[in-house]
């Protein structure tokens, strides 16, 4: 079933090898070579590993859109955060306390 863009609202989600993205978006070849995006930005790329720690899933994409949080191997938060460039905010657990050498 297909997922509604939390941006733009009209446009449903569609997910790449890469990334999870909104159908409102279009990519377009300028006369000199170069490419613009237009419409709707919303996107998400599945690899999150430098910051989170792993890839995440089309499935994850959709706990997120869904108000849902998902959890990394080192229990990192990631939640939807339409403020943010990335349109995810990541809640970073707290370090493990140091022991006495
Ligand atoms: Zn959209």
Redesign the pocket.
Known sequence: MAVN???????TLKKSDKYVC????SVEKNEDGSFSEN??G?KIFFDQKKYFGRMITPGDVKTMVEGGEITSPKKHKMRLDLTSNFFTRIEFAPKAELEDL
């Open positions: 863009c939390p941006i733009c609202g009209n446009g909104c159908s409102n978006h419409g709707c919303f």
